[in-house]
């Protein structure tokens, strides 16, 4: 794979051909490693049944793997000087689209019914703008796309926080939002050698896997989500105390009695709870507010 894209000879080539300088604010850090490249292929299970969305092409490294072991690839890339190096870049490939914009003010679902109207099954596959990881990956799941699963190059820090199980340091109500809607595993850790420039930080390859639906039954979601975040508000304190704090105009007695209806002691900390314990909390608080 000589040829690739995904080598440091190749990348300098294509930076002094345009001039391109990285821009560190919006997370540029290129792949220069074909190696875990093939890797991410492997772990997101990219065929060519499947159709595959990329957020954040950069010069093309993962477009072109993409291109290669998936059916059709569509890439939102917000940088503008980045468009004519990609047509260039991947002018051999003709299954590819690139999409001129932020992906977090996307209609992902309006592209996915243009470009994947045939496609049984897409996957997200991506090396994501870490500044703004969060954002991007929550978009992805409240929207509900009809999409399969979700590969993503992320701080390793923040894979961690979102595959975590209880009673581990990085749980918490991150690990919650991710989990209600994916399985979530941290598939490998990646040097920072492996990219162009070298990150500050360490990476990761976070592999979600869409549920067909939640592993639990809430009333209301965003009721649940806040009280899960309310009990991890304070981490060193109860869960007695951080939910007194959220639900500031009920008695202490009132807080206690949804406690006990949902068989839940209150000296117990956030951390400790798993998703079935939040879900019958919240339940069970959202039936006396
Ligand atoms: N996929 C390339 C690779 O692996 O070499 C580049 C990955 S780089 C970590 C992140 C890419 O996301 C950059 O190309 C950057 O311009 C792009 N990007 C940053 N913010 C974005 C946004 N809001 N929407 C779409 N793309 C964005």
């Not at 049984?120 to 992805?140: G, H, Q």
Request: proline content about 4%; aromatic content about 8%.
């Amino acid at each position: 794979n000589q040829k690739a894209i995904a080598t440091p000879k190749r990348t300098k080539e294509i930076l002094n051909k345009y001039g391109f300088s990285f821009k560190k604010s919006l997370g540029q850090n290129f792949l220069i490693d074909v190696n875990i490249l093939e890797k991410i292929m492997d772990v997101a299970g990219v065929t060519k049944e499947v159709g595959a969305i990329e957020i954040g092409p950069g010069m093309g490294a993962l477009t072109e793997q993409l291109a290669i072991h998936a059916n059709r690839v569509v890439a939102f890339e917000i940088d503008q000087r980045l468009i004519p190096i990609l047509k260039e870049t991947l002018q051999t490939y003709d299954n590819i689209e690139i999409v001129n914009q932020d992906i977090l003010k996307a209609d992902i679902k309006h592209v996915m019914d243009t470009y994947f109207q045939e496609q049984k099954e897409v996957k997200i596959v991506a090396n994501l703008p870490y500044y703004i990881t969060t954002p991007i990956l929550m978009k992805l799941l409240m929207d509900r796309l009809p999409v399969s699963s979700i590969t993503v190059m992320i701080q390793k820090e923040v894979a961690d926080r979102m595959a975590a199980k209880p009673n581990t340091k990085s749980y918490g109500s991150l690990s919650i939002a991710v989990q209600y809607y994916t399985e979530a595993r941290v598939a490998m850790n990646v040097p920072k050698t492996v990219f162009m420039p070298q990150p500050n930080v360490d990476s990761s390859v976070l592999q979600l896997d869409i549920r067909d639906k939640p592993p639990v039954e809430v009333e209301d979601e965003s009721f649940f989500f806040d009280l899960v975040q309310a009990c991890f508000g304070q981490r060193r304190k109860t869960l007695r105390n951080n939910l007194a704090r959220h639900f500031s105009t009920w008695t202490k007695e009132q807080v206690e009695e949804q406690l006990n209806k949902a068989g839940i002691d209150g000296t117990r900390r956030g951390e400790s709870l798993n998703m079935e314990e939040f879900a019958d909390l919240a339940n069970s608080f959202y039936s006396a507010h």
